[in-house]
């Protein structure tokens, strides 16, 4: 098992920046994909960007060029810088560890953020 502690979201003005963090309970190296999720009221959860045990990242279209996703090994946290803030980004952002093991594979959530962009 895992617990995930999410923080760094609030109010910013379109342009501005947040860093969003997610701390695990456990040696990140032993989750195999880490990744932040969003979801709006009404709306599916949607991929923003992950990375996995190996370091390899993967983003959503949408977020290209603007945010990126990184890890502090030391501290078993998981970051997502986020540039060029559109209101379009609004939405509740979720840390999600997923671990694959020989019982199959398990996903776990963090509680979520909310990310506001606004002037």
């Known amino acids: 098992q895992v617990q995930l502690v999410e923080s760094g979201g609030g109010l910013v003005q379109p342009g501005g920046s947040l860093r969003l963090s997610c701390a695990a309970s456990?040696?990140?190296?032993?989750?195999?994909?880490m990744g932040w999720y969003r979801q709006a009221p009404g709306k599916q959860r949607e991929l923003v960007a992950v990375i996995t045990s190996r370091g390899s990242t993967n983003y959503a279209d949408s977020v290209k060029g603007r945010f990126t996703i990184s890890r502090d090994i030391t501290k078993n946290t998981v970051f997502l810088q986020m540039n060029s803030l559109k209101p379009e980004d609004t939405d509740v952002y979720y840390c999600?560890?997923?671990?694959?093991?020989?019982?199959?594979?398990?996903?776990?959530w963090g509680q979520g953020t909310q990310v506001t962009v606004s002037s």
């Open positions: 456990r040696n990140i190296f032993s989750i195999d994909v």
């Open positions: 999600k560890a997923k671990i694959i093991g020989g019982l199959g594979t398990h996903d776990y």
